[in-house]
């Protein structure tokens, strides 16, 4: 390690250690992949520039609910955006599920899996009817819920204006 003016870098010979060790634990890394929480396989896949492994490995995840609003996995979703925004619009919606009488966590969720949804309809899709036809059909779905529509209104002020008309 190195003193530097903003603190502590890594030199040379510490980079190329990390290079060499990593190299050497990798395949044993691999290996457990299997095994391994579905944001490890993706992020692991990332990693190594394997796109189709990362898609299929966050494709494997069930319809339930991340751990966090912001978590590893989402992140890891965006990446893959541009190069499989149907495949991903697919899954936002699986992930997202009925719009129905539950929590104010699982309606702040459903909320951000919304911002995703749009998000891929209007920037890598480029569909508007689409996005309209989508929010209408939640704007019906929600109707009696005003929680879930404070949670969207959180991520989303203006992407379904009037939603409780």
Request: charged share 30%; net charge positive; proline share 4%.
């Amino acid at each position: 390690m190195v003193k530097t003016a903003k603190g502590w870098a890594p030199d040379r010979r510490d980079v190329i250690w990390i290079d060499c060790n990593r190299h050497a634990f990798e395949p044993r890394v691999l290996s457990c992949l299997e095994t391994a929480w579905t944001d490890a396989k993706v992020s692991i896949w990332l990693d190594r520039k394997q796109f189709e492994q990362a898609l299929a490995a966050l494709l494997e995840d069930g319809p339930g609910f991340d751990a966090g609003l912001d978590s590893q996995l989402r992140r890891s979703a965006r990446v893959l955006e541009s190069q499989y925004p149907t495949d991903l619009l697919n899954h936002y919606l699986r992930k997202r599920g009925p719009i129905e009488a539950g929590s104010r966590r699982r309606y702040a969720e459903q909320a951000h899996y919304v911002a995703d949804i749009k998000r891929v309809m209007l920037d890598h899709l480029v569909d508007e009817p689409a996005w309209v036809s989508f929010s209408t059909r939640l704007k019906t779905e929600s109707k009696r819920l005003t929680a879930f529509q404070d949670e969207l209104k959180k991520v989303l002020p203006d992407a379904i204006a009037g939603i409780r008309k």
